[in-house]
C-alpha cells in the first residue's frame, strides 16, 4: 500500500530550526509565491505575469528591457509573460512614438482590474502570515527584508 506523498516529504525535512537563513527564505518565498497563486487561482497568472502586473502598476508604459530589469525575469521569461498577458487582455504593446524602434509595454483596464483583486489576495495572505506579529515586529521584518534585499543588490554588482 502507497503511503501518502506528504508524510513521507515531511519525514525527509529537516527539522524548521536547523535551516538554515537561506534555506528558511527560499521555502518561505517558494511557499508564499504557492499560497499567492492558489488566492489568484481564477486568474491564472503565473508567478512573473504578477510581478510585471505590479510593475506596470508603479509604471505604465514601459519597454520589456525594463521589465527584465525590474523583475529580474529573463528576457525569454518576459517575451512568453507579455504576449500571454496581451493575448488574455491585460496588457497591450504600443510602439514608442518618438523611437519606432521601441515597443511599451501598458495596463489595460481589465489588467488594472485584475491587479487590483491580486493586491487585495495578497494583502489578506500577507494579513495571514503575520498575525501573529506585533506591528514593531511587522514594522523590524520589512527592515531587514530591504536591507537583505539591498545586500544582494550590492553584491550583484561587486
Do not use: W
Not at 492558489?38 to 512573473?48: I, P
Not at 528591457?65 to 493575448?87: C, N
Not at 519606432?100 to 500577507?126: H, P, Q, S
Not at 498575525?131 to 544582494?152: G, I, P
Request: include cysteine; charge should be negative.
Amino acid at each position: 500500500m502507497r503511503k501518502d506523498l506528504k508524510s513521507d516529504s515531511s519525514a525527509l525535512a529537516a527539522p524548521i530550526e536547523t535551516k538554515t537563513t537561506y534555506a528558511l527564505i527560499s521555502d518561505a518565498a517558494r511557499q508564499l509565491d504557492d499560497r499567492a497563486a492558489k488566492k489568484t487561482d481564477a486568474y491564472k497568472l503565473q508567478s512573473g505575469a504578477r510581478r510585471v502586473l505590479a510593475c506596470l502598476t508603479v509604471r505604465d508604459g514601459v519597454s520589456q528591457l525594463d521589465l527584465i530589469r525590474a523583475t529580474h525575469l529573463k528576457a525569454p521569461t518576459i517575451s512568453l509573460i507579455v504576449q500571454k498577458m496581451e493575448h488574455d487582455g491585460l496588457i497591450s504593446r504600443k510602439t514608442d512614438d518618438l523611437d519606432m524602434r521601441l515597443t511599451r509595454v501598458y495596463l489595460t483596464d481589465k489588467g488594472r482590474n485584475v491587479n487590483a483583486d491580486v493586491c487585495a489576495a495578497v494583502a489578506d495572505l500577507e494579513n495571514d502570515i503575520l498575525c501573529d506579529f506585533s506591528d514593531a515586529e511587522k514594522e523590524q521584518l520589512h527592515d531587514l527584508l530591504v536591507r537583505l534585499y539591498r545586500n544582494l543588490e550590492n553584491s550583484a554588482e561587486a
